[in-house]
């Protein structure tokens, strides 16, 4: 039997997402369904905002808000501007800015590099 295709479009839209496979793609279509149109309408707006009002950092590559490029840290002159730490993703750098030890800057390289290329 197949889907309809509004829940099989949006099965595929979840298996999109890193690590979702097509049967938690399918939970998750039918927990949307199951979800007040209030909330579901909330998810689409955070979902599009995250498209429209984020940008990359264009000293650093965080990740930040279209109003505040340069991002926070970049912006705060009491870090220490003689350290930068290179980091693959702003996940990264969020767990160490997390840790409160580190207090320099970064560069986030929104990926990873490949010693053979």
Do not use: W
Request: aromatic share 8%; with cysteine; hydrophobic share 35%.
């Amino acid at each position: 039997m197949q889907y309809p295709e509004a829940i099989a479009k949006l099965i595929e839209s979840y298996s999109k997402l890193p690590g979702i496979g097509r049967k938690s793609a399918t939970r998750l279509a039918f927990y949307t369904l199951g979800m007040s149109d209030d909330d579901v309408k909330n998810f689409a707006r955070s979902l599009s905002a995250s498209k429209s009002d984020l940008t990359f950092c264009r000293i650093c590559g965080f990740i930040t808000s279209k109003d505040d490029d340069p991002c926070v840290i970049c912006s705060d002159e009491s870090r220490d501007q003689s350290k930068i730490f290179a980091v693959e993703n702003s996940q990264d750098e969020m767990a160490i800015e997390n840790t409160h030890d580190y207090h320099g800057l970064y560069h986030v390289l929104n990926g990873v590099l490949s010693p053979m290329e």
